[in-house]
């Protein structure tokens, strides 16, 4: 049984080029893709938030120089996917603002659109990083055959992202989840009763004690109060250099502190993980972000805890697992969402010039 992908309307020849956008606080990272997913060609550059028009100059820079580099895909673009943090209206294009960042209600989608002569579509950077791995990364093959093209996506899919902050992009049915202003907002369930106050202004949240940089800062702590002289020398002897690539280094070497640091750590994704499940009965749970390009130690981590809290269920290793694009999620997801257009965008969410 062949699966056809959803097709936009106009496309330009058999084999469109989509340039997927990744905008970040500090970077912008852009990829041209071919129809199957293949990276042709890519580009980076810093990004300058300060204003509606300095954030569009430099994601201008980046796409300018990339499709200079590769003038054939550029006649075959077909559209522009960007995703960004914080605040998007994806109907219209716009990035309505995000913490530290001083961009407000900048239309995006329309701005590509007119200088790229192009469709484009624009989202949320978590639910772009979804989206790609539904499409580009995480496909199951048909039982049928093993021919490429009759790979069918998952249409029930969690991504959780675990970095500077901690969210999941949410896929139902094969649609992206998005709630009134922005759901999948994990990292704020304020599920532990220790007092920890969040910047979201909310306390015990679990953003606040299991993202990258509470991750780094236990470290940093256990290191200070002498618990393990192994982080210590492994951060120069200087216990504010501890990082979370310290800490999972000196767990694998049996480091008691550091693999209590990791195993704390497992427990808490390990909720994130369960919480999804529970809410979403997804086919798959995967996690992307920085911390989480750590890879076996802390997918170790997370699967044990799994185990130990739902003992009957299938083998978490079965379906919790890490990004398939790892940090070429958001610029892949945003090919993505021209490449294998999601159905809101169809029917809405598409800026043409
Ligand atoms: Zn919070």
New binding site residues.
């Given amino acids: 049984m062949k699966n056809s992908h959803t097709t936009l309307p106009g496309l330009p020849g058999e084999t469109p080029i989509a340039l997927g956008i990744d905008i970040g606080g500090t970077k912008v990272a852009a990829v041209l893709v071919g129809p199957d997913g293949t990276v042709i060609a890519r580009e980076r550059g810093p990004v300058a938030p300060q204003s509606n028009q300095s954030a569009l100059d430099s994601i201008f820079a980046v796409a300018d120089r990339l499709l200079e580099s590769a003038p054939a895909a550029r006649a075959r673009l077909a559209g522009i996917g960007a995703g960004a943090p914080g605040g998007v209206d994806w109907r219209r294009g716009v990035l309505t603002g995000a913490t530290n960042l001083a961009w407000h209600d900048l239309p995006l989608g329309q701005a590509l659109s007119d200088r790229y002569g192009c469709y484009a579509a624009v989202e949320n950077d978590v639910n772009v990083a979804a989206w790609g791995e539904r499409s580009l990364g995480h496909i199951i093959m048909s039982t049928v055959t093993s021919n490429s093209a009759d790979a069918a996506p998952i249409d029930h899919l969690a991504f959780v992202t675990v970095g500077t902050g901690i969210g999941a992009g949410l896929i139902e049915d094969g649609r992206i989840v998005r709630g009134k202003r922005g759901a999948g907002e994990i990292?704020?369930i304020?599920l532990l009763d220790n007092g920890v106050l969040?910047?979201?202004?909310?306390s015990g949240?679990l953003?606040?004690v299991a993202a990258g940089p509470a991750f780094g800062a236990a470290g940093r702590d256990a290191a200070a109060r002498g618990e393990s002289p192994r982080l210590l020398e492994l951060a120069g002897g200087d216990p504010a250099a501890v990082s979370a690539v310290h800490i999972i280094a000196a767990a694998q070497e049996g480091d008691s502190a550091a693999q209590r640091l990791l195993g704390r750590e497992g427990h808490y994704l390990a909720l994130a993980a369960l919480i999804c499940w529970r809410m979403l009965d997804p086919q798959l749970i995967v996690f992307g972000g920085g911390l989480s390009e750590a890879g076996p130690p802390l997918f170790d981590a997370i699967w044990a805890n799994v185990r130990r809290l739902r003992p009957h269920g299938p083998d978490p290793a079965t379906y919790i697992l890490p990004s398939a694009l790892g940090p070429d999620a958001g610029a892949l997801g945003a090919a993505a969402l021209i490449l294998r257009p999601e159905p809101g965008f169809l029917a809405a969410g598409l800026v043409t010039h």
């Fill in positions: 990292g704020h304020p969040c910047k979201c202004g909310m949240c953003e606040a």
